[in-house]
């Protein structure tokens, strides 16, 4: 038997079987294999595994003992820092299960980190668990003091603080600033100040954040000799603490108007400190005097040698100066000059051409020519239609001129304040169609971004996106109007629009010289006089429904400009009534009243009217039908004249009861009729 073994193990040595073991460790006999003592940590595993099976992976962890405070700890931090905080929670309440015990700096993380998501309720509940507890230090009564504020309970977060400030709780100066801040959000500056002043008496130390929110507050507080009180607020904490750009820039807005020149030297002064300005700083030293167009370029030239970039509001100035100055030329030329230098550099920021085509934007929908607007967008037509949809947010378009609004019925023109309530979708049921004009979104857009943080400018962008789903849904009435026809419409309350030949022959009448003969001036306005023709219906081709226009000859110097693509509508300084109340610029309730007049002047069958609960917006519209009873346009006061002077339809076409036989089927077949007809009507499109 044991020789059969032999042979059988001999054999199995020679049939020529490599060996691995021999091949993997030579002649090592003793090879031990072992794994590697790194194994991923509680913290890892809990946040690469999937949620399906967090709360299973979490309840082993606290099971082995490997979930202890220290971990939850960084835990909550890293699904902060990915907010994630649907994952908090599931941890949280594995960790109650287990009676972990959550600590202060548990509370607090979980706080912020609802803070950051503005899940305000969870905050609160957390910070009414961490009291239940006795867990609530002054960290955690900070980020009570971020909740209020977020969630714009300004008053609440005034009576924490005072109440803290009573028991004498030790406080960071963080938890100030934010009760600041919370009060300059909701425009009670002059409550910030008093709850400073009662701080530092209480032996607060305020820092650098706090000095900068309590000149933001003097800043927008605007009262006289302001500019005193928070120039000596700046040079007090001088040698204190670290002056930023910040806290130059607040006192140096209150020195608006008059004392635009002590803001000028307050700024040589930051130089001279070697303070670096912020991209604020040169922008508020423009508005500091908007109207000086040689301080708006050279505030303009300052920041191109110091390599700062341009804001629209320093370029706003500057082309508003050139414009109310008739200086258009000289607009064309800077604006030509600006975007040169912005394609020297496309990949550096601080060239970007957005700030300046904004500006462009927001100058041509306040000019008071209507027509030498027209020829500069035309200009920078190509370079303004990839900034337009940014400007207002996806919902205005650039258009085409060539295009004319046809509408049927009843029509609404409605401002920038209607869009701001959320009742204004009713409206459907009582107008045909409802347009936007182009400048209201503009405003409302540039609001949001003035009043960033604050609950205004939320709720104002959150109408901006409700509005975005109305104009995307074909079956609203709603629509945008684009920004060549805002300015087209602008030229029908300051002039009326006629053909390209009579633009031709005023502008070769506008450049005569002044010492040619009389004779020969006769001559041309003849000539240009047979060829002045209006047009008496934009509905039609350019070719029918023309008449001449009786009056005398065109006047000398003149204001001549304008549109000359063919197949548009040219338009030209007329001698018709001006509706303009400054001379210097289009203010925004005249701007959609130039969309109404525009609507009815090419749909004179259709009913227009101009929703507004501003009284100055109806006021401007008193004003145009007593000038203009040709083109009349109907006032209706939001929401409470919308009932009455726009019945709904159901209103609108009551039913007869009549019991004359013959009557009821004329009564069935003019109810039929306005059905089809309505389905017949398109929503509100140009053509």
Known sequence: MFLFCGLRLRNRKCDGVPNVGKLLYGKRKNAIHTTSKAKPSVVGLLMQVPESELRQAAWRAANVKELNKSTLSEVLKKYRAVNRLDRSEVVVAVADEFSLGLTSSHYCTLMAHANDNKDYQTALRYWNRACSEKKANEKVHGALLATYRGASRWKDAVQHYNAMLEDKITLDPYALHTVMNACRRANACDVAITTFSKAVRSGASPNSAVYLELLRCMQQLRKPNQWKMSLEVLCSIEG?????????????????????????????????KNVQPSKETLSTLTLLNPNNLPHAVQCVAEAHRLGMPITDAMYRAVLANLFRLKLDHEAVRFTEREFGKCNEDPGNPVNASLSL??????????????????????????????????????????????????????????????LLDPRCESLFSHYDSILVPFSSIRLLVRRVRELFGTLKGRYTKQRLKRLQELTDDQST??????????????????????TSESVECLRETAREKKDEDEQLREEQRRLTESFFIRKRDALFSDDGFVARVCGSSINEGADVAVVVKPGETPVVSGSGPVVLNSP??????????????????????????????NPVQLQVVEKWNQMHPAILLTMVRYPEEVTLKAPAEEQQQQPSFDRSNEEVPVTKKASCDRVLWHERRPLFFPS
């Open 240 to 272: 204190k603490v670290d002056l930023t750009a910040g806290h130059f820039n607040a006192t140096m807005a209150t020195m608006g108007g008059a004392l635009w020149s002590k803001g000028v030297e307050l700024f040589q002064t930051m130089k001279t």
């Open 357 to 418: 085509s904004l500006a462009i934007i927001d100058g041509l929908l306040a000019h008071n020519r209507p027509q030498e607007a027209l020829l500069f967008f035309s200009t920078f037509e190509t370079r303004l239609g990839n900034v337009v949809g940014s400007a207002t947010r996806g919902l205005g378009t650039i258009g085409l001129r060539s295009q004319r609004w046809i509408v049927q019925g009843r029509v609404a023109v409605v401002d920038h304040n209607v």
């Open 477 to 498: 009435p709603v629509r945008v109007l684009p920004m060549a026809h805002q300015l087209i419409a602008h030229t029908y309350i300051v002039d009326g629009p006629i």
């Open 584 to 613: 210097d610029r289009m203010s925004a309730p005249e701007r959609v009243l130039a969309v109404a007049v525009m609507l009815k002047s090419l749909n004179p069958d259709s009913n227009v009217h101009v929703v507004s609960p």
